[in-house]
């Protein structure tokens, strides 16, 4: 499984961008990269999903370079309730492999 | 659907007593996954099972750990005897493995103190 590194943590203020970037350097060709975000007490919940270039939706965009050796998640104007942990992941979507989470990057957005 | 179904949401119990933690899937999802959670170590995967066969257990810490997936709809994981370090948030979450598109669902955990 390709391994993947993030910042330990990061801190925001309200109504600013934020973007985490995550670095996967043995990415295979197969493989997706997933990003989840955990509140406090609660269980991971994914956020996006892409392969390369940019991926957008309602929450977060995704942003992937062609070599795809990294990703980077961004979240516009955030809020206090933004605050929480996101993980990074790569893996081969919807194959039958584990769904491993790394250390991942506390959020922590401040008024 | 409900979602992931975890029981019990939180279980004190004494070292030594047997522990079982309850999940019930989102129906028609193919896979599971059991974690633990803890602030030294993070979030660990303990098992999958894919169609109820267990895949990977190699996050199973020792043999006090044990976990079953009678059927689609229920999978239960087990500690015996419990040990204080077994204290942990612990998450089952399920995926339709082998469909484009997929994302996995996690239950709202089981919280275990072991005094």
């Known amino acids: 499984l390709a391994k993947t590194t993030q910042p330990i943590s990061m801190d925001s203020y309200e109504g600013q961008e934020v973007n985490i970037t995550c670095s996967h350097n043995?990415?295979?060709?197969?493989?997706?990269i997933t990003w989840y975000q955990q509140f406090p007490s609660q269980g991971p919940r994914f956020i996006i999903q892409?392969?390369?270039t940019k991926v957008t939706n309602e929450v977060a965009s995704l942003f992937i370079p062609a070599d795809r050796k990294s990703s980077t998640l961004s979240l516009p104007r955030v809020s206090l309730s933004d605050t929480a942990v996101y993980y990074c992941?790569?893996?081969?979507?919807?194959?039958?492999?584990?769904?491993?989470f790394g250390s991942g990057t506390r959020l922590q957005v401040q008024p | 659907d409900a979602g992931v179904i975890q029981s019990p949401r939180h279980e004190v119990t004494e070292m030594g007593q047997e522990v079982t933690l309850r999940c019930k899937p989102i129906?028609?999802?193919?896979?599971l996954f059991w974690y633990r959670q803890t602030m030294m170590r993070g979030l660990e995967l303990l098992i999958y099972?894919?169609?109820?066969?267990?895949?990977?257990d190699s996050g199973m810490p020792e043999d006090r750990f044990s976990a079953k997936m009678p059927n689609a709809s229920f999978s239960t994981l087990k500690i015996q005897p419990s040990e204080p370090r077994d204290s942990a948030v612990y998450f089952c979450?399920?995926?339709?493995?082998?469909?484009?598109?997929?994302?996995?669902?996690f239950g709202q955990g089981t919280r275990l103190t072991v005094v």
């Open positions: 979450a399920s995926r339709l493995d082998g469909v484009i598109g997929t994302e996995a669902f």
């Open positions: 043995n990415i295979a060709t197969n493989d997706y």
């Open positions: 892409g392969y390369k």
């Open positions: 992941l790569v893996g081969d979507k919807g194959g039958r492999r584990a769904l491993t």
């Open positions: 129906s028609g999802h193919n896979s």
């Open positions: 099972f894919n169609n109820n066969v267990p895949i990977d």
